[in-house]
Nanobody, 121 residues
Framework: QVHVVESGGGLVQAGGSLRLSCAASGSIFRINAMGWYRQAPGKQRDLVATITTGGATNYADSVKGRFTISRDNAKNTVALQMNSLKPEDTAVYYC???????????????WGQGTQVTVSS
């Protein structure tokens, strides 16, 4: 089994900062890309940022220049530093790990349970 756990959400005023963290653990052979997605009420889940094992990053246009994704391959962790937050950033943020299972060698996408980020105006 592979577990993905997020932490670091909360309530912040517009213009403030938050840092989200995520750790993947369990029967992992290898983790390829890791990333953050978010889902606002009544909307679909959208990509926020992803990062490969080699450090290549991809960001949604709406967060470029404000959010920074980073990763520790040795610890199977990924973080999202969010600065200059806006009310429209309010959503549940989900961590994703594209991992190869340690026993079956099956590549699967694993999700955390999500952490709420609320930005007040």
């Amino acid at each position: 089994q592979v577990h993905v756990v997020e932490s670091g959400g909360g309530l912040v005023q517009a213009g403030g900062s938050l840092r989200l963290s995520c750790a993947a653990s369990g029967s992992i052979f290898r983790i390829n890309a890791m990333g953050w997605y978010r889902q606002a009420p009544g909307k679909q889940r959208d990509l926020v940022a992803t990062i490969t094992t080699g450090g290549a990053t991809n960001y949604a246009d709406s967060v470029k220049g404000r959010f920074t994704i980073s990763r520790d391959n040795a610890k199977n962790t990924v973080a999202l530093q969010m600065n200059s937050l806006k009310p429209e950033d309010t959503a549940v943020y989900y961590c994703n790990a594209a991992a190869v299972h340690g026993l079956t060698r099956t590549p699967l996408s694993y999700w955390g349970q999500g952490t709420q980020v609320t930005v007040s105006s």
